[in-house]
């Protein structure tokens, strides 16, 4: 069980890396901002306080140690759905990783932003709230699309690294 943990943990910082690589990319060649992970650990930092919705978080007073807060929580977030995609795709899949299952289920992580993060920062559920909500939501498949292909990638390295058979 050990090993496969940390075959899970490796797999989900595996995929989180990706998918900050393809945002970067993104960035750099289309000029595609990415999000601001300091806005999320002010998200985070303000629900110990009892907020847990705001109006605009852009808006809501800033929290010491904000941005590392963020990037924690991204990073910790995505070794949290690699462990949960493992307990449901199981050992074999990381003997031998298949595209679709990592697909299906980096595209099912989206709901996490639709549902609680989007709406916890003042943008609404799915970002309906926002000035083009269907970019956004398209923005937010798409990164999360590339978890899921990240998933592969690192289920890839990790059944050689560790030799998973």
């Known amino acids: 069980m050990t090993g496969l943990l940390l075959a899970a943990l490796l797999l ?8 900050d ?4 990319l993104q960035k750099r060649l289309l000029g ?3 999000l601001n992970y300091a806005l999320v650990g002010r998200w985070l930092g303000h629900i110990p306080g009892g907020t847990l ?5 852009g808006n809501s007073s800033k929290i010491r140690g904000e941005r590392i807060l963020g990037w924690i ?5 995505g070794m949290v759905f690699a462990v949960t ?3 449901l795709a199981g050992q074999d899949w990381l003997a031998r990783p298949t595209l679709i299952p990592a697909l299906a289920f980096g595209v099912t992580t989206v709901l996490a932003p639709f549902l609680v993060l989007q709406p ?3 943008a609404g559920v799915a970002a309906r709230k926002t000035p083009q909500p269907n970019t956004a939501r398209l923005r937010s498949l798409f990164a999360h699309f590339s978890f899921g292909l990240g998933l592969w ?3 890839f390295a990790c059944s050689l690294a560790l030799q998973i058979n």
């Open 32 to 34: 595609i901002p990415a």
């Open 120 to 122: 916890g920062m003042g």
């Open 73 to 77: 929580a991204h990073y910790g977030i």
């Open 153 to 155: 990638l690192a289920g």
């Open 12 to 19: 989900g910082v595996g995929a989180t890396v990706f998918m």
């Open 85 to 87: 995609f493992l307990a």
């Open 53 to 57: 919705i705001h109006k605009s978080i």
């Open 21 to 24: 690589v393809v945002a970067l």
